[in-house]
């Protein structure tokens, strides 16, 4: 019986010294391993070249006759181009060696390269053959000039031997060069002393190609009369290294010394002091506010009613008026034009705008209106200026 029991004794206690103590995990050795983690970043820099063109957008012919003291507001386009050119290529980034076994290794000298063939150098700050300890990182840089913007994947590769193990051990990285690091000139101020600065507007292509276009406007007015040329120049100043450029546009501008030209009665409505175009002084010798005759409104207010139903008395008073001051303003006349404005005349003087007028009466105004309506736009007479 005492032979049993120490048995079953001596058992008992060899189970128990081979069970692990609570909390504490068993160690598991994993032998050697090594990783290499890389980076890529890639740098370049764009270098934009500016040019520049200037149109007169109108008149789109780019001439003009006015009559004497008359305004005209000339409009510009600048149109300006940035064409990129990209250099200094290079990619730098580090290699990351880890040893993430339970043993030293001892690390060959890495490798990189460039799917593209070049070798790239890498700073480790050691010398190999190295021993990296467990559980241990080495890190190295690098920094390439490559000869384009070519897409690239750089690769680095490791050799490594430790406990009666070998292997190598790699890490990719992929770069593409998209956007710069550095830009030069990419972008500039447009000036344009001469005139009024309207409207711009931007794009740029995924190329990288800027376009620009500043819309200007100046009046232009000459008080005798001649040939002109109006000459209008912008200028441009690139950003960083401020290189400037410019581009020129001409309006040429007749103003006739003999027989002058006609504007339309639209012109005369909007240059009055009451705008909303600028004041031509030819209203100021009839003035604006002047009866009518006997209709009981302004010159003004007469210009500014509307036809409604083809009312023959404001379709020829509207005529009437724009003829008279195109003849104030120095346009010569002919004898159907004179009749009509005698006819005119003498039905304003006759008759007021709400009166009933026959039908023959009414289409008798009505021709005569047409009459000065040719003399208006330049059909008959010495010709029409430039609205």
């Known amino acids: 019986m005492r032979y049993w029991y120490g048995i079953l004794l001596a058992v008992g206690l060899l189970g128990a010294c081979s069970q692990a103590p609570q909390g504490v995990k068993p160690q598991v050795a994993v032998g050697a391993s090594v990783t ?3 980076t890529a970043v890639p740098k370049f820099k764009r270098t934009y070249r500016w040019t520049m063109e200037k149109k007169v957008t109108d008149p789109a012919s780019g001439t003009l ?3 004497p003291g ?3 507001l000339v409009k510009y386009a600048v149109y300006l181009v940035g064409t990129p050119t990209d250099s200094d290529f290079q990619v730098e980034g580090t290699v ?3 040893n993430t076994g339970s043993v030293d290794v001892l690390l060959q000298a890495p490798s990189d390269t460039l799917s593209t063939g070049e070798t790239v150098a890498l700073n480790c700050g050691v010398s190999f053959p ?3 300890p467990a559980g241990q990182t080495l890190s190295c840089t690098y920094s390439q000039a490559l000869p384009n913007g070519q897409s690239r994947t750089n690769t680095a590769t490791v050799n490594w031997s430790g406990n009666g193990e070998s292997g190598t051990a790699s890490g990719q990285a992929s770069f593409a060069f998209t956007t710069p690091t550095q830009v030069v000139d990419g972008s500039v101020q447009v000036s344009d002393p001469s005139a009024t600065l309207v409207n711009a507007i931007s794009g740029i292509t995924p190329e990288g190609v800027i376009s620009q276009t500043y819309f200007f406007e100046r009046w232009v007015s000459f008080d005798r009369c001649g040939e002109y040329q109006v000459d209008n120049t912008a200028t441009f100043t690139t950003s960083t290294t401020r290189t400037q450029g410019s581009a020129s546009a001409t309006v040429k501008v007749s103003v006739p010394c003999a027989g002058g030209c006609t504007l339309t009665q639209g012109y005369w409505k909007t240059h009055s002091r009451y705008g909303p175009a600028p004041y031509d002084d030819t209203w100021a010798q009839i003035g604006e506010d002047t009866p009518f005759f006997i209709s009981g409104q302004s010159y003004y207010q007469v210009l500014w009613t509307s036809p409604s139903g ?9 005529q009437y008026i724009a003829a008279k001051l195109n003849i104030l303003n120095g346009a010569t006349t002919t004898p159907e034009v004179d009749a009509a404005l005698a006819w005119a005349e003498g039905f304003f003087g006759t008759y007021k705008p709400t009166d009933s007028l026959s039908k023959a009466l ?3 105004a009505k021709g005569y209106a047409a009459t000065l309506d040719s003399y ?6 010495p010709g029409h200026c430039s609205e």
């Open 36 to 38: 290499v983690e890389k």
């Open 65 to 67: 006759t006015l009559a």
């Open 70 to 72: 008359q305004s005209y």
């Open 96 to 98: 990351t060696i880890k």
């Open 130 to 132: 190295y021993t990296l």
């Open 310 to 318: 083809g009312n023959a008395y404001y379709i020829l008073a509207h």
């Open 362 to 364: 009414a289409n008798q």
């Open 376 to 381: 208006n736009n330049g059909l008959i007479g």
